[in-house]
């Protein structure tokens, strides 16, 4: 995937809220293609399993609890510069120090509930796609 593709999940927060439509249209209207994607709803385990590397942090069982509340949606984006045009355009993990006109300063409700997740480097990114999709070289 080096360096062009990235990976995003709309948060059970926003998904809920029925903000999927309109942070789609701000990822396309971005530049970013949709390479795959598809709506469920995580188990406990299985977000536990994709967060594996916060495990230590104090707010790693509130987060699987949350991440599996509700349903999700897992997309696979290109673009070039994908993984840090795609963090600018999310913007900051909290909400209140995110950016004017980032998704999560629009949509994000917590620090936790923040309404969207982007891999951070390419090497995760490549990782959670294929956390969720088995079958990336036919998208
Ligand atoms: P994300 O970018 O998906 O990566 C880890 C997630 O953990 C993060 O978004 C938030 O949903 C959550 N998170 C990070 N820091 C905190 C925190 N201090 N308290 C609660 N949740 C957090």
Do not use: W
Not at 20 to 39: H, P, Q, Y
Not at 52 to 68: A, G, I, Q, T, W
Not at 109 to 122: Q, R, V
Request: charged content about 30%.
């Amino acid at each position: 995937m080096a360096g062009n593709r990235t990976f995003t999940m709309i948060k059970p927060d926003a998904f809920g809220a029925g903000n999927t439509g309109a942070i789609l249209k701000i990822i396309e209207g971005a530049g970013f293609k949709i390479k795959a994607a598809k709506a469920l709803r995580l188990t406990q385990e299985k977000a536990g399993k994709f967060y594996e590397v916060h495990k230590e942090r104090p707010f790693y069982n509130d987060l699987c609890s949350y991440m599996s509340s509700g349903s999700i949606l897992a997309a696979v984006l290109e673009k070039e510069n994908a993984v840090a045009d795609f963090r600018k355009l999310i913007g900051a993990t909290n909400p209140v120090e995110a950016e004017e006109g980032t998704i999560r300063k629009l949509f994000a409700k917590s620090i936790e509930a923040n309404a969207i997740h982007g891999s951070d480097s390419d090497e995760n990114a490549e990782i959670e796609s294929r956390f969720f999709f088995s079958k990336l070289e036919e998208v």
